[in-house]
């Protein structure tokens, strides 16, 4: 997997520029369609839209996690849109999780120190707590 393809859906464009810079091979916006099929996806969204538009985005086989503490319920109706031959058929999966565990971030920073990750760093004082949320 360190040599995995890695595809970034992202509403801000500033978002899929930075994603490109730290090595994405593709970036685009959440509607958009990668270049393939996808084996995985990872929904870290608090809306039900992406989820949609995701499972469209698998290829046969495929699994979308989606790693959210909750979501939303603004569009909640739009998995009754849901397709099943476009979005479910041929065996894809949906997994949840609930949370990121120690091991997890054990395993990440032995992966990240081999890629190596380079992470951006930005300090925001607690009063401008709502402008770091909105930039996350």
Same mark, same amino acid.
């Given at each position: ?7 970034? &859906? !992202?509403?801000?464009? %500033?978002?899929? @520029? &930075?994603?490109? =810079?730290?090595?994405?091979?593709? !970036? ?6 990668? $270049?393939? $099929? ?7 969204? $608090? #809306?039900?839209?992406?989820?949609? #538009? ?8 495929? %699994?979308?996690?989606? +790693?959210?503490?909750? /979501? ?8 009754? @849109?849901?397709?099943?031959? +476009?979005?479910?058929?041929?065996? /894809? =999966?949906? /997994?949840?999780?609930? +949370?990121?565990? #120690? ?12 890629? $190596?990750?380079?992470? =951006?760093?930005?300090? &925001?004082?607690?009063?401008?707590? +709502? ?6």
């Amino acid at each position: 997997y360190p040599e995995s393809d890695i595809c970034v &859906f !992202a509403r801000s464009a %500033r978002e899929r @520029d &930075f994603a490109l =810079e730290l090595g994405a091979s593709w !970036a685009g916006d959440t509607e958009d369609q990668p $270049p393939a $099929p996808l084996q995985s996806i990872i929904d870290t969204t $608090p #809306a039900w839209r992406p989820v949609l #538009a995701a499972l469209g985005n698998l290829r046969p086989g495929g %699994r979308l996690v989606i +790693n959210a503490i909750r /979501k939303e319920g603004g569009d909640r109706d739009l998995l009754a @849109d849901l397709n099943y031959e +476009n979005q479910l058929w041929m065996e /894809k =999966e949906i /997994k949840s999780v609930a +949370n990121v565990t #120690a091991r997890d971030i054990d395993r990440f920073l032995r992966v990240a120190a081999e890629i $190596p990750v380079q992470p =951006e760093v930005q300090t &925001f004082a607690l009063e401008e707590a +709502n402008a770091a949320l909105r930039d996350l």
